[in-house]
């Protein structure tokens, strides 16, 4: 079974930024695009983008474009979030997901991903 780690989740003030790190056991990290998402109270799972196997490509949803950077390092299994200019509207659980291997049409949804991390917290204070 394919294990994935959230990790840097924390409390922080609006302008700040975070680092989230996500790794991944089982299975061959470099063959799976991966994807962020994250949830916030009262609202459903909102996609915040993913980025290609090699690394070379990434999606993001408009609410991050320009202040959120998804990268990856294949040989330490590790995709990474970074969130720079955090507004409190951030404030959400961030999950890390493995992408169903020929599934390129469904990246905006949950749907399109197959294992799942268990989440950290970030929350955005003013």
């Known amino acids: 079974q394919v294990q994935l780690v959230e990790s840097g989740g924390g409390l922080v003030q609006a302008g700040e930024s975070l680092r989230l790190s996500c790794a991944a056991s089982?299975?061959?990290?470099?063959?799976?695009?991966m994807g962020w998402f994250r949830q916030a109270p009262g609202k459903e799972r909102e996609f915040v983008g993913v980025?290609?196997?090699?690394?070379?490509?990434?999606i993001y949803a408009d609410s991050v474009k320009g202040r959120f950077t998804i990268s990856r390092d294949n040989a330490k299994n590790t995709v990474y979030l970074q969130m720079n200019s955090l507004k409190p509207e951030d404030t959400a659980v961030y999950y890390c997901?493995?992408?169903?291997?020929?599934?390129?049409?469904?990246?905006?949804?949950?749907?399109?991903?197959?294992?799942w991390g268990q989440g950290t917290q970030v929350t955005v204070s003013s």
């Open positions: 980025i290609t196997r090699s690394g070379a490509s990434t």
């Open positions: 089982g299975g061959t990290f470099s063959s799976y695009a």
């Open positions: 997901a493995r992408r169903k291997t020929f599934d390129s049409g469904n990246y905006y949804y949950g749907d399109g991903y197959d294992f």
